[in-house]
C-alpha cells in the first residue's frame, strides 16, 4: 500500500541550510506536498510538486523531487527559528482525494 | 483570511461514551474531511465528504464512526462509542474541489478517551 517515510529529527544552526528527506512508495503519486504544523495550529500547506516535476523553488523553499527513487526534498535556505516547527510530507495519487503523511520531521533552530 | 474552525480543542470522555467533534469550514469549500494523529504516529485519513456524502473512506473509519454535515456550515464527526485507542489529534479540513486542490487544515481537536 501506500507508505510516506521521513527522518522525525532535525537540528540546524540559524542561518544555515535545512534539508528535509521524505520517501514514498506510490508510483502512481500525482502531487506531493510539505505541510508545516507549529505548536497548537493546523497543518499548513508549504509548496507542493506536480509528479512531471523535478525542481520548485518559492522564495527561500526548494523542493526538489526524484521520480526514480521516490524521493522529494524540502531545502529552506538561511534557517530562521520561526522555522521551528514540524514538516509533513504527503502525497495525492490518482483522482483519489485523500492525503497520505509521513510521521514528520521536527526541526529545530539553535542560535 | 478565512480559516477552518474546530470545537473543541481538548475533549475528555469516558470509555463507551458518546463524542461529538466540530468542525467550521471554509465557506465556499464543498469537499470536507476528517484526518486523526494518534499520538508519536502519523496522520491518518478517515474519510472525506462531498455533495451529502461520503466519497471516500478509510479502513479506520468503521460503524463507530459517521460525519455529517446538519446546516451550511458545520461539520461534524460523531464516534459512538468511544475506545481508548481513538484517543488523538482529529483534524478537519476543507478545499474547494477535489483531487489535488489544497486542503485546509483547522488546528484539531485533542480528544483523550479514559
Known amino acids: 500500500g501506500e507508505d510516506v517515510e521521513q527522518s522525525l529529527f532535525l537540528s540546524v544552526r540559524e542561518g544555515d541550510s535545512s534539508v528535509i528527506n521524505c520517501t514514498y512508495t506510490?508510483?502512481?503519486?500525482?502531487?506531493l506536498y510539505w505541510y508545516k504544523q507549529e505548536p497548537g495550529a493546523g497543518l499548513q500547506l508549504l509548496t507542493y510538486?506536480?509528479?512531471?516535476?523535478d525542481m520548485k523553488q518559492d522564495q527561500r523553499l526548494t523542493v526538489l523531487l526524484n521520480k526514480k527513487d521516490k524521493h522529494l526534498s524540502l531545502r529552506i535556505a538561511d534557517t530562521q527559528t520561526g522555522d521551528s516547527a514540524i514538516y509533513f510530507c504527503?502525497?495525492?495519487?490518482?483522482?483519489?482525494?485523500?492525503?497520505?503523511f509521513g510521521a514528520g520531521t521536527r526541526l529545530a533552530v539553535h542560535p | 483570511e478565512p480559516e477552518v474552525t474546530q470545537t473543541p480543542s481538548h475533549q475528555v470522555t469516558q470509555m463507551g461514551q458518546e463524542v461529538i467533534l466540530r468542525c467550521v469550514p471554509i465557506s465556499n469549500h464543498l469537499y470536507f474531511y476528517w484526518y486523526r494523529q494518534i499520538l508519536g504516529q502519523k496522520v491518518e485519513f478517515l474519510v472525506s465528504?462531498?455533495?451529502?456524502?461520503?466519497?471516500?473512506k478509510s479502513e479506520i473509519f468503521d460503524d463507530q464512526f459517521s460525519v455529517e454535515r446538519p446546516d451550511g456550515s458545520n461539520f461534524t464527526l460523531k464516534i459512538r462509542s468511544t475506545k481508548l485507542e481513538d484517543s488523538a489529534m482529529y483534524f478537519c479540513?476543507?478545499?474547494?474541489?477535489?483531487?489535488?486542490?489544497?486542503?485546509?487544515f483547522g488546528p484539531g481537536t485533542r480528544l483523550t478517551v479514559t
Open positions: 504527503a502525497e495525492i495519487s490518482g483522482g483519489y482525494n485523500k492525503l497520505i
Open positions: 506510490d508510483s502512481s503519486s500525482t502531487y
Open positions: 510538486i506536480f509528479s512531471n516535476m
Open positions: 479540513a476543507s478545499s474547494v474541489a477535489g483531487g489535488p486542490n489544497e486542503q485546509y
Open positions: 465528504f462531498y455533495n451529502n456524502e461520503i466519497s471516500e
